[in-house]
């Protein structure tokens, strides 16, 4: 809260600008730089402060780790759904549609959050909105990287050591009582002795995410600048031939 | 222990009208129409076009991840459900 000399209160949030607490925020503030810079005045790049700088990267970084977790969740679930361990539509024998849609599934959240860094290409314009974009998906990329090296060793570590059919059976064992008999535990047993082979091709699938989390906002922005560049220049052309028509009936009259 | 004795509250049990087997036949019958073939296959494609609608060209993230959530329900629900009684 500010004290005006006037005694008047003004209550304010806290948070700096420029210091974004989440995606909406962050692209919130990337349209008021565009539009800033899209009218005419030009704000030097040092404007961007090092905090915000950090603050665009961490609020990308925190999406892309986010956004590569669920995705790891649900990758050995298509997996599974593929391989006939896991039931899709009450069918354990998928179709063609089937397997399709558990993919969709896998792939749907970073589709989705990525999209949202893909919309950013039209304000890519002048140097604040840029170093801001630019900060933006660094983070990203570096939380989809770290994710992706983290979930790789993850599953392997599930692989090899949760999931080894001695250590998970002696583990497994220790959970023995009158709720969890014997019987019940061969059946966890079994399914997840077949099932473990599913963790070695999530692994590597989750490189094919983690390409697809870097690739569709780079590419998403990359396109979205250059048709914002064209429609600036097209607005240009015209104002230009406009110009020249009315000087053109002035010099007649 | 007085809310018990409103007759209102007994007349909320289900099994005052019917048997519990057709009532637990009935849960079974939704089961097996909601979370399995056409239906579920029809309702979870929607969800996930209306989690896209919302969630990314609407902006109402809330809503996307419901869903989401609800597209995910009718596709693995009868899994779970099933896995819990093969573990019965």
Known sequence: MLDSPKNDVFIGTQSAPGAPKGLVDAISEIQQYYVVERTGSTIPEDFFTLGGKLAFFEVGFKGGFLCGLVSALMTPIFIGVVEEHIPIFGSSEPSFYDNIFAFLIAVSFTLGYTSFYATLGRYYLGELAKAAVKNLVAGLVAGAILKFVIVFIAYHFMYFIVFDPVTFGKWLLKFECRLLPVTRLDKIYQFFGDFRHVFLTSAYFMAFTTILTIAIPIIGITLGAKRMLAQINQEEKWKAKGKEETSGVTEDD | MELFALPIVGKMNPLNYVAQGSYVE????????????????????????????????????????????????????????????YLK
């Open chain 2, 26 to 85: 009935l849960w079974q019958y939704l089961f097996r129409t909601i979370l399995h073939g056409f239906w579920a296959r029809t309702i979870a494609a929607l969800s996930l076009v209306f989690a896209f609608w919302f969630g990314v060209y609407r902006r109402r993230v809330g809503l996307g991840i419901t869903f989401f959530i609800i597209c995910l329900i009718m596709a693995y629900g009868s899994g779970i459900f099933r896995a819990l009684f």
